[in-house]
């Protein structure tokens, strides 16, 4: 045996959770496309100093967990494996001038995130994400539309008790003044906050709204919540939203004292839950506005919203509930053979097999003639065509478990798809 295992926190997906990643990504992509978003595929790799701007230097995700690449020869610049998709979707966004295209420039894409978080179940270093991003519009109407798409998206999975809280972060006018209010809540206690609570005290006190501390976490329950603190627009900004998910009956949970771990957000921002999970399994997707965003990062002045709901979170679930599809088995039809010679055309009838539109394997092996059966048995197929010495074919129903008489080649192909077509 080699030594090699895969390194922590990046798993083989075998059967049947291969499948089921399959199924949520190919739903994934069909609510996208549903919805009019354009699909794009970003590189797994960025400059490392895109992520550091867009979401924030003191953030855990960039200044732990950011996979940084060597630089390569002439190219001067440190890479970096994506931890999240935004930051590379305003990115194209500028670099493709889409700002010259109807706004908003509505995007889509699935993307393998890469994060050195500490693994555990629902949480790991190489992980799938189903993304949506809206640039170029800041009124309410667009949130509805995005907080409801993924909302619709879940429930459709039928995790219909999934539950939308709802923020507010404020903008650049007001949230300093109440990232002040809060820093003075929480200095006040500073000496029995944990080492690292004291240093979001000094660079980033909204953190420890987020924080897992004990110590934090009891005086985070008094804190002043920044929804009381907004400025007259993005109070504005937060009832119109408030009001319009009602009106179209999307229910919401008002969660005061959300934050989001990335530091692009403004006004709204949400998070998708379902109740009862463990630790961090029930928190399957989050998103924000981020109408700072593509300034930052060198573009015109442009409002923005998007979510980010994680695949393999949304598998967990879905098969902790007993929602994931049957991974469809084996072939229907296997063509075996009675001569070692007859592989070739064996080969050969699977696959006008396939082109009509059946599913069907070849038995490639030089076995007895009963030991193919048994493996077309157990493969689940339901039909077999066994490959007789003088070229003729026979078919053999396994689930009436009868058999033909051996026929002309066209005849048994034809019999063979009408089998399946009847019984599959
Ligand atoms: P995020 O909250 O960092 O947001 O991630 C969104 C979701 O990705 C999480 O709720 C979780 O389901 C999944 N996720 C995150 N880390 C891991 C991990 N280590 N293993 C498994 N799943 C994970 C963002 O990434 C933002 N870019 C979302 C966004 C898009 N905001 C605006 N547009």
Request: with cysteine; proline share 5%.
């Amino acid at each position: 045996m080699s030594g090699f295992q895969s390194p922590r926190g990046l798993r083989d997906l075998l059967e049947p959770l291969a499948s089921a990643h399959g199924w949520v990504t190919d739903r994934a992509w069909a609510a996208a496309d549903a919805a009019g978003y354009a699909r794009i595929e970003l590189p797994i790799a960025e400059e490392s100093a895109l992520f550091e701007r867009a979401v924030g230097g003191t953030s855990d995700i960039v200044a732990k967990e950011l996979y940084r690449l060597e630089p390569r020869g002439d190219d001067a610049i440190t890479l970096a494996l994506r931890p999240e998709a935004t930051a590379g979707a305003v990115r194209a966004y500028i670099q493709h001038g889409m700002r010259s295209q109807p706004q908003p420039v509505r995007l889509a894409t699935v993307a393998q995130l890469f994060r050195y978080d500490r693994p555990q179940k629902g949480r790991y270093r190489q992980f799938t994400q189903f993304d949506i991003e809206a640039i170029g519009d800041g009124g309410p109407g667009i949130d509805l539309e995005v907080i409801e798409l993924g909302a619709a998206y879940l429930r459709e999975l039928g995790l219909t008790d999934v539950q939308v809280h709802l923020n507010s972060v404020g903008c650049a006018a007001c949230r300093p003044a109440y990232v002040e209010t809060l820093r003075a809540h929480f200095t006040s206690v500073s000496q029995e906050l944990s080492e690292v609570d004291q240093s979001r005290l000094a660079t980033n006190p909204l953190r420890l709204l987020d924080s897992k501390e004990p110590a934090a976490v009891q005086r985070a329950a008094s804190a002043p919540v920044i929804t009381d603190h907004l400025c007259a627009e993005c109070a504005a900004h937060y009832a119109a939203v408030t009001a319009g998910l009602a009106t179209i009956g999307t229910a919401v949970l008002p969660a005061p004292r959300l934050v989001r771990g990335l530091d692009y957000y403004t006004r709204t921002a949400w998070e998708y839950l379902l109740p009862g999970e463990q630790g961090q399994q029930g928190a399957l997707g989050g998103g924000g506005r981020y109408d700072g965003l593509v300034e930052l990062l060198g573009g015109t002045p442009t409002p923005a919203i998007g979510f980010a709901i994680g695949i393999d979170r949304v598998v967990l679930a879905l098969e902790a509930r007993g929602l994931l599809p049957a991974v469809s088995g084996g072939p229907a039809i296997v063509v075996a053979g009675i001569e070692p010679d007859s592989v070739a055309s064996r080969v050969a009838i699977a696959g006008e097999l396939r082109a009509a539109g059946a599913s069907a394997r070849a038995d490639v092996s030089t076995r007895k003639i009963g030991k193919q059966l048994e493996g077309a048995v157990r493969d689940g197929a339901l039909a077999v065509i066994i490959v007789e010495p003088d070229g003729r074919l026979t078919l053999r129903d396994l689930v009436k478990a009868s058999q033909a008489e051996p026929a002309e080649r066209g005849g048994v192909i034809a019999a063979a798809l009408r089998l399946v077509q009847n019984e599959g």
